[in-house]
């Protein structure tokens, strides 16, 4: 085998092996990771468990329907770029993730006025205009540098913005910039 066949069959043995584990992955199941409440649609779930959503109930929450995203429902979302200068180390980092406007379209949000609690899984949880949702095209980031956000990092997702393209927020120190930017993001209410 010369070195062109040789490196055609190790890509088609590498093909071979990777298409049943993507095919695996599909059919996995995949937890939820963000749960929306309060005006939204029909919803995909029913009320808070008050014995299994242990955490949701720990944080007080209430909610007699959700509408449930996993991974793959998020991802599945047309996603955006942005490259905010991050607080934590002072440099760019490219996030990416579906625009937090059509998030809440896909929940069946309706209404453009009211507000969004976007609540933490350490308990965070900043209200923002839905307004400025919009006007600060926020996204639900599901990726930071290409890379999926570990839990026990800033995921699995984080609400943000470009902060760097906003002059009223550019002209701020930069630990003043992500106050409205949960990491963590696990549920949000739409009041
Ligand atoms: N989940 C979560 N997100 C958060 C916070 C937080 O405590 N928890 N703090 C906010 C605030 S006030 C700022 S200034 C930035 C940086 O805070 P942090 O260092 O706690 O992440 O993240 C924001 N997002
Ligand atoms: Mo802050």
Not at 63 to 76: M, Q, R, S, V
Not at 84 to 103: A, C, F, I, Q
């Amino acid at each position: 085998m010369d070195k062109r066949e040789f490196l055609a069959a190790s890509a088609l043995g590498a093909a071979a092996f990777a298409a049943p584990a993507r095919a695996a992955a599909q059919t996995l199941p995949s937890p939820t990771l963000l749960t929306i409440t309060g005006a939204i649609g029909r919803g995909n779930r029913g009320p808070l468990d008050p014995a299994l959503d242990q955490l949701m109930k720990k944080q007080g929450l209430r909610f007699d329907k959700g509408h449930t995203f996993d991974f793959a429902a998020l991802a599945a979302l047309p996603a955006v770029t942005i490259r905010p200068t991050l607080e934590y180390d002072g440099k760019p980092h490219s996030l990416r993730g579906p625009l937090l406007e059509n998030v809440l379209k896909a929940a069946g949000v309706r209404r453009e006025q009211g507000s969004l609690v976007m609540r933490a899984i350490d308990g965070y949880a900043p209200e923002i205009k839905l307004a400025d949702a919009h006007n600060f095209r926020f996204i639900v980031a599901t990726h930071l540098d290409g890379k999926p956000m570990p839990v026990g990092g800033l995921g699995p997702l984080w609400a943000v913005f470009d902060a760097d393209r906003f002059p009223g927020v550019a002209s701020q120190p930069l630990n003043a910039r992500f106050g409205n930017c949960p990491w963590g993001l696990y549920h949000i209410e739409v009041q």
